[in-house]
Structure formats: C-alpha cells, structure tokens
C-alpha cells in the first residue's frame, strides 16, 4: 500500500516546534493510527539536501523511498524549512515520490508575530541586524537589505502557495491557520490532525516546544553574534555552543521575566495592511483552509505599549545568567 505523504512545509514560527514535538513525543500512538514520520535530525538533512540540491537530492530521495515503503495509511514530513524552496526543488521534492498522492500543508500565523518571532530565531542564526534594522527592511520591503529577504521568502504566503500549488494541484494544499492568543492550548493540533484527516487519537501535550527568545536576551545574543563573528565558528561549533547551550539552555528559560519582542504601534498600519493582503492572497489561491482567515488580522495585543530597547542593567543582568549558566554546563562536562 502506497501512503499518502503529506509535507508540513513551514511557515517557520507557526507552531512548527510544538507539532514536531507532539509528533515526536506520540510516535508510537500515531503510528498505531496509521501516521509515520521519521526522525527530526533525519528530516533536517533530507530538507536541506532537498532545498541546496546537494548530493542531487539522494538524502531527500532516500527519506521519500523509506517513507513510501510504510505499509500505513499516512507518511509526514514536517520541516518549516522546505517553504523556502525554489520552483525546480519544489518539483524535484516531489517527484521523488514517484506519483504518490502528496499533500501539502502550510501552518500560517499573522504577520504582527511573526516579524518579532522571525527576528529572534534570527539572533539564534549568526545574524547581527538589530530588531530596529530588522523590522524597519521588511515593513518597507527594502529590496537593499538582506534582512527583507530573510522575513519575506519564508512568509510571503502568496508566492509560497504558488510555488507548490503549480506542482500538486490546488485540490492538493491546505493552509491552517495559527490561532490568536487566548485560544485553548490544543487547538492548533487539532487543527493539523484535521488537515492531515488522522482519526482522533488521544495525544500527550509536548514538555516543551517554544524555543523563542524575550527582548533582553535576543538583544543579548546580536552582540554575541557580533563579538565571536572573528571567531569563524564552523556550523556544528556554532549550534553545539552558541544555540544549543547558550540560547536555548541558558537564556531561553529567562523568557518569562523579560518584555517580549513586539512592534510599536506605529507599525499597525502596515499590519493591517499586510494581513489583508496575504489573507486575500489565501483566498485566491482557492486552497483549503482549516482554521480561520481571520486568525491572519494582528490582536490587538502584539503591540508594545512602550517601544524601548533594553538598557544597559537588563543587558548585565541577562549576560550574568549567561555567564553562570555557561560556568555550569562547563562543570558539569
């Protein structure tokens, strides 16, 4: 038997993290409901090999042939990165598994959190622009600045859903939508299991799924990017220490004590003016849409009531737990 595969393929800071883990956490009671995926690390080299064209796709083909060799139902595939995929990868992706029935899937959520959201994973990346310089290239879309690109070609629902629809049919791609703050816990799941059309299974709610950065520490960690940049870390030394230990272990938990990232309120105009030209965009794509269009409107709560950066005292503070907190992973190596 032949699977339906279905491909998760972003947007990045949609939920992706948390439906990973459930996936990840419940693999044995989906698989018992007739849905594999494989393993995380697995699905990041074959989507990377899928997207660089490295290796002329033989990781991604080597995924797709296992995935179809399931004897179930269902096969998934969930890597936000693949939305950045070029016309030629998208169809190459899909060819691999040779005329099986695919279905795509893109997690969306609105632009307001997105950008700040964006930004942050951006510090966690290497990257040095500050959320002023971030936010100010992709709210005026400056084709100049690379940090427009960076934003743009992973949430421009317009071109993205072009992209796959071209190869698989629009009968063949689903948006779900995010849903706004204050919606029940499992919602989003929900969501995604009714996309992917899975039987209702009882799953375990992820122990932790949001990797995301407050303002004080994701200003924190552009001026670490910008002090070890002579340093040329390779990748793997810059994951293993900088993200893996630093960002996620040490200052990731400081999230609760810290303002978010939000835009000023200066910025409603155009996320009014965004959201409405990428919940028409969905519109006219005449994909199907599980959750709700109006889910993509910015809440009335993602503005900052007082747009500040954060001063130097919330800077020592957050750089003193980094310090305690490397000196104790180190210790305990």
């Known amino acids: 038997m032949t699977p339906v595969v279905h ?5 990045p800071k ?5 439906l990973q883990a459930i996936l990840e956490e419940n693999r044995a009671v989906l698989e018992s409901a007739g849905l594999v995926t494989p393993g995380k690390r697995m699905q990041i080299r074959a989507a990377q090999d899928a997207i660089r064209g490295t290796s002329d796709g033989e990781l991604w083909r080597k995924l797709a042939d296992e995935l179809l060799s399931w004897p179930g139902p269902n096969a998934l595939i969930s890597m936000e990165t693949l939305c950045r995929a070029a016309p030629p990868a998208v169809k190459k992706a899909v060819e691999a598994f040779h005329g099986a029935d695919v279905r795509v899937h893109l997690t969306v959520r609105d632009v307001l959190r997105s950008l700040p959201a964006q930004w942050q994973q ?3 990346h290497r990257k040095t622009w500050s959320w002023s310089e971030y936010s100010t290239a992709v709210m005026t879309h400056d084709g100049s600045h690379p940090a427009t690109n960076n934003f743009w070609s992973q949430h421009d629902l317009e071109k ?10 629009v009968q063949n791609v689903c948006v779900v939508t995010v849903p706004q703050p204050g919606a029940a816990p499992m919602l989003l799941w929900q969501r995604f299991a009714e996309a992917l059309a899975l039987p209702e299974v009882d799953v375990t709610p992820p122990q932790q799924s949001n990797e995301s950065l407050g303002q004080v520490s994701a200003e924190l960690m552009r001026r ?7 340093l040329q870390f390779s990748e793997k030394q810059y994951n293993q220490a900088v993200r893996a230990i630093l960002a996620r272990d040490v200052l990731a938990p400081r999230r609760a004590k810290e303002p978010k990232v939000l835009p000023p309120e200066s910025a409603r105009p155009w996320a009014d003016r965004e959201s409405e030209r990428l919940i028409e965009a969905v519109r006219a794509s005449g994909v199907r849409v599980v959750g709700d269009l109006e889910d993509l409107r910015p809440h009335a709560s993602g503005y900052a009531p007082n747009a500040t950066e954060p001063n130097d005292t919330e800077l020592l503070d957050a750089a003193m737990d980094a310090v305690r907190g490397l000196v104790q992973n180190l210790a305990n190596t």
């Open 14 to 18: 949609s939920g992706t993290t948390y």
């Open 122 to 124: 951006t510090t966690q």
């Open 224 to 230: 670490v990017n910008v002090a070890i940049e002579p």
């Open 7 to 11: 491909l998760h393929i972003g947007e």
């Open 160 to 169: 993205i859903l072009k992209r796959w629809v071209k190869v698989v049919g």
